[in-house]
């Protein structure tokens, strides 16, 4: 049987900072429109972090079974299954285990927030819970995984940004409005970074197990393209936030500090390749998480 050690390194807790990200801004746009619950939040939060520990496990599965980590190109940390550290039966029932889970705190999560609101809005909110456990599941495994045929960053941009925000939004307000969507947005483009290093660092890889990605698409001179307009677009969506929303005082601009420690991370990011991208994903994905924290705190200040 894996050891602890084993499932906690199968987790892949640097990922976990997104999808905590998510929550924190949705939640925090509907508070200052005085709209807030600590136990909403704290059950999204559950949410969001068991379908990325879902998605990173199935990951793990998916590219064992399709030979993606075992082609000896791979650049990142080795996978669990891949390295022999988590058997693929273990894994397996690991996945079916966090299904539940995911499953259960989506319909508590969702019971808890149409109170009061027609059927539609109860089954519309289950039908996008099962849309995000499928995309879990799909993004590397099945004969037609869509993270293998180029759609990897749009489904990262859409789930990490629009759903997870947005959809924190309505849980917290029951209301749908205009006002989450730029940091969604901003939100999906981090996202999109995030997976566009990934797919850079690993493109010899990905290109020998036929594994198909913007990255790979772009070639790598245009793919760093690709992430200057990813970055640039990011900083836009945060600061039109504030000028249609939190226009002053000043100090609600504060959070454009973390701008600068992401502009170096993107002068970096064009000077290196291959594994030596690596240590710009977690950069990438803590930069992220404290935009969104900090964010919070200056629209609501």
Not at 263 to 270: E, S, V, W
Not at 279 to 293: D, E, I, N, R, W
Request: aromatic share 12%; net charge positive; charged share 10%.
């Amino acid at each position: 049987m894996a050891k602890i050690s084993n499932w906690i390194s199968a987790f892949r807790l640097r990922t976990l900072y997104l999808a905590v990200a998510g929550v924190t801004l949705g939640s925090g746009v509907a508070l200052q429109e005085g709209n807030f619950s600590a136990t909403t939040f704290v059950l999204a939060l559950l949410l969001a972090v068991s379908i990325q520990i879902l998605s990173n496990l199935a990951n793990d599965l998916g590219d064992y079974l399709k030979g993606t980590d075992i082609t000896g190109k791979r650049q990142g940390p080795a996978r669990a299954v891949q390295s022999g550290s988590i058997s693929p039966g273990e894994m397996r029932a690991a996945i079916a285990i966090n299904v539940a889970i995911v499953a259960v705190t989506g319909v508590i999560v969702v019971v808890d927030a149409v109170k009061g609101l027609p059927l539609s809005s109860l089954l519309i909110l289950l039908g996008i819970g099962i849309v995000c456990i499928l995309s879990a599941l799909f993004y590397t495994l099945g004969k037609h995984a869509y993270g293998y045929i180029g759609l990897g960053d749009l489904f990262a941009f859409l789930f990490f940004g629009p759903v997870a925000v947005i959809g924190t939004y309505f849980l917290q307000t029951r209301s749908l409005a205009f006002q989450p969507v730029l940091p969604a947005v901003g939100l999906g483009f981090i996202s999109t970074m995030i997976l566009n290093i990934n797919n850079m660092r690993d493109m010899d890889n990905d290109r020998s197990a036929g594994k198909t990605t913007v990255a790979l698409l772009l070639g790598e001179k245009n793919a760093k393209i690709y992430h200057t307009l990813l970055t640039f677009g990011m900083f836009a969506c945060f600061l039109q936030y504030n000028f249609m929303f939190a226009p002053s005082p000043g100090y609600r601009y504060l959070y454009a500090t973390i701008f600068l420690f992401q502009f170096y991370i993107l002068t970096q990011l064009r000077r290196k390749s291959g594994r030596e991208l690596d240590p710009y994903l977690k950069h990438t994905s803590m930069a992220g998480f404290l935009l969104a924290v900090v964010f919070t705190i200056c629209i609501n200040i």
